[in-house]
Structures are given as structure tokens and as C-alpha cells.
């Protein structure tokens, strides 16, 4: 009853409450993303969503135009060449995400779940799969997240969406939303570049 109607209803209520009192944000954070870097407002990516199927994930832009658009940062050797000065805030502060309100509204997304994998993740894909945290629909923010984040190994974030598959609650994902705030505050587990591999590839 909660994540088939409930939670669907709540994710449209409060997506559109926020997109509309958070609107002069949007506004300010696009102005200062266009007079700091080149290229667009908005970044859009290929994310897998509700029963792997694909959906463009938006975000704002926080990396320059000649970045690899389908390489995760933490695979990237030397994420700090491509990070434009404005973006190393909204990535510390998660304001980046802050556009996936409307992947919320329009039902890609929800506001606690899985986060959504790139479309080439076949590793976090395949782990997923053992656990059936591809068959529901990607968050904002999940389990996995506030256990680490960047920090942790794939087969280990799998494990805690496989265990957010089997606790999903109203009371659950309040708990998830709220640690996530604290997480948010004190910066914890971010980290850009090398992390997130499975063991076998850092062996």
C-alpha cells in the first residue's frame, strides 16, 4: 500500500511544494552557473530507472563541457580538472541534485530508493539484481548513502539497497531523509575520485 500509492502521492505533494518555494534558488544558482562557466544550466545524463528501465536524470551543471559525460567521477583520475569552482559548492552541498525534483514529480524518480545507476554500471546493475533493488523506483537519496556514500565498495551499496528493498516504510524512508540532512551538513561520504569499484578492481 505505502511504496504502490502512499509514497507516490507524497513524492508529487512535496516535489511540487518544494520546486515552487525553492524556485528563486533554482534562479540564483542557474544565474551563477552561467556567469562562472561555459555551457548549459542543466546537465542530463542516462540513469537506469524502475525496472532498469532508462531515464534522464537532470542535474546542475557542476562539471565544464569537456568532461566525460558517461564516466562516474569517482572513476575519473583527476576529477578536480574537470569541476567548474561553482560546481565544487553544489557538490559539496548536494544542491546539484536539487533539479531531480521534477524527475520526482514526473515519476522517474522518488525521493528515498536505490540511487539511479548509469546506464553503462554493469557491475551495480548485476549486484542490484541479486537483491531486487532494480524492480523499484531509483531516489534522491537511499540507504546505501547514508551508510557512505562515495566511500563504499558496489557489492557492499548493493547490499544495503537490497536491505532498503526489504525495509521500505514511511517510517524508513523519514529516518533515511532525515540522516541524510545531517550527512549533507557535515559533508560525509564524499569523495571525488577513486572509489566505488568493486573488490576484483582494486585487487
Not at 542516462?46 to 557542476?62: A, V
Not at 537511499?142 to 539497497?161: F, H, P, S, T, V
Request: proline share 4%.
Amino acid at each position: 500500500m505505502y511504496r504502490m500509492v502512499l509514497k507516490r502521492i507524497l513524492d508529487v505533494t512535496v516535489s511540487l511544494c518544494l520546486i515552487l518555494l525553492l524556485s528563486w534558488l533554482f534562479l540564483f544558482i542557474a544565474i551563477l552557473i552561467k556567469v562562472t562557466s561555459r555551457g548549459p544550466v542543466f546537465f542530463h545524463q542516462k540513469r537506469i530507472g524502475i525496472n532498469k528501465t532508462y531515464f534522464s536524470i537532470l542535474k546542475f551543471r557542476s562539471m565544464r563541457i569537456n568532461a566525460p559525460k558517461d564516466t562516474p567521477t569517482h572513476l575519473l583520475t583527476d576529477p578536480d580538472a574537470f569541476i567548474t569552482p561553482i560546481g565544487k559548492v553544489l557538490r559539496k552541498t548536494s544542491l546539484d541534485e536539487l533539479p531531480q525534483l521534477f524527475n520526482i514529480l514526473i515519476g522517474d524518480m522518488s525521493f528515498v530508493g536505490p540511487r539511479p545507476a548509469l546506464w553503462n554500471q554493469t557491475d551495480l546493475i548485476m549486484e542490484r539484481d541479486r537483491y531486487g533493488a532494480n524492480n523499484i523506483r531509483p531516489g534522491l537519496t537511499g540507504w546505501a548513502q547514508i551508510n557512505g556514500r562515495d566511500e563504499i565498495e558496489i557489492a557492499l551499496k548493493a547490499k544495503y539497497d537490497g536491505e532498503y528493498v526489504l525495509r521500505e516504510s514511511l517510517f524508513f524512508d523519514c529516518k533515511i531523509f532525515l540522516l541524510t540532512f545531517i550527512n549533507v551538513i557535515f559533508h560525509k561520504g564524499v569523495m571525488e575520485g577513486g572509489t566505488g569499484k568493486t573488490e576484483k578492481n582494486d585487487k
